[in-house]
């Protein structure tokens, strides 16, 4: 096999976005947190796949964070990025912001990191390819990603 050109955070970036509406949402009016974790995984699985160039399946979702509620009309904004890529696993980073179409107001309501896995046509796990983080930006989320990575292989020793 052929070994995968690095590739810069910037490549995998996805941004989707959705607007709150009564369905998703729960009788106080604010969204359920289950509604926006299916959409948080859908871009963040796209953005390991643009990363990967192969089929990419969630292996974990390592954190959620939920800073604010999101109401029945918000639009919300998910923007996923690749941060770490080990061999064949990737931690994407989620970033949701709820935007109130009247008055544009943007706020940052939560955050996310989820675990993927390279497949190959097999569906066994592939290397995912190197990352090349370039800005100050990606640099310290890679540095981050790379701490919660080794926090995440600490604690399964210790419960396991």
Not at 57 to 82: M, R
Not at 84 to 101: A, F, L, N
Not at 134 to 149: H, L, M, Q, S
């Amino acid at each position: 096999m052929r070994e995968k050109a690095p590739k810069e955070p910037s490549e995998s970036k996805v941004e989707s976005r959705y607007i709150v509406m009564p369905q998703h949402a729960n009788q106080y009016g604010t969204a359920f947190g289950g509604v926006i974790v299916s959409w948080i995984d859908v871009v963040a699985s796209m953005s390991a796949q643009k990363h990967c160039a192969t089929e990419a399946v969630t292996a974990g979702i390592d954190s959620i964070s939920f800073k604010e509620p999101i109401n029945i009309g918000d639009h919300v904004v998910l923007k996923a990025c690749v941060n770490y890529v080990g061999r064949t696993s990737m931690e994407v980073g989620v970033h949701i912001i709820k935007e109130d179409p009247i008055s544009g107001k943007k706020t940052e309501a939560m955050t996310a990191y989820l675990t993927f896995v390279a497949l190959d046509k097999n569906k066994k796990p592939t290397p995912a390819g190197p990352l090349s983080p370039k800005t100050a930006e990606e640099k310290k989320n890679y540095e981050n990603a790379k701490i919660r990575v080794q926090a995440r292989k600490e604690l399964v020793k210790k419960i396991h």
